[in-house]
């Protein structure tokens, strides 16, 4: 998988189609660049909705929310051990079970 464009590159590429002249395509800034056309358009669509021009998700907000869900799913995991924890500990001191003693 290639590596991403940085994101100074992508803003960069993002400012020079916004600020392009009449007759100029989005297609011939991305062969500039060497970006295919429908990259520049995903990084166009998302610098709106990063400048609150469309609505959606916000690279800011998507990242938070990735780093929340990751979050979630380790507790929810240490949950699930510390339960299993509790089940094995409360089993071991059941009478009649463990050490005997005579």
Same mark, same amino acid.
């Given at each position: ?59 800011? =907000?998507?990242? =938070? ?10 507790? =929810?995991? =240490? ?24």
């Amino acid at each position: 998988m290639p590596k991403p464009y940085p994101q100074e590159f992508r803003d960069d590429v993002v400012r020079v189609a916004r600020a392009r002249e009449a007759g100029v395509t989005l297609a011939q800034i991305a062969k500039d660049f060497g970006v295919h056309a429908m990259m520049l358009n995903k990084w166009m669509r998302q610098a709106d909705i990063d400048d609150v021009n469309k609505p959606g998700v916000s690279r800011p =907000e998507s990242h =938070e929310l990735r780093d929340a869900r990751r979050r979630i799913g380790l507790l =929810e995991q =240490e949950n699930e051990v510390l339960r299993c924890a509790a089940a094995y500990l409360s089993q071991a001191n059941l009478p009649g079970k463990g050490s005997s003693r005579s």
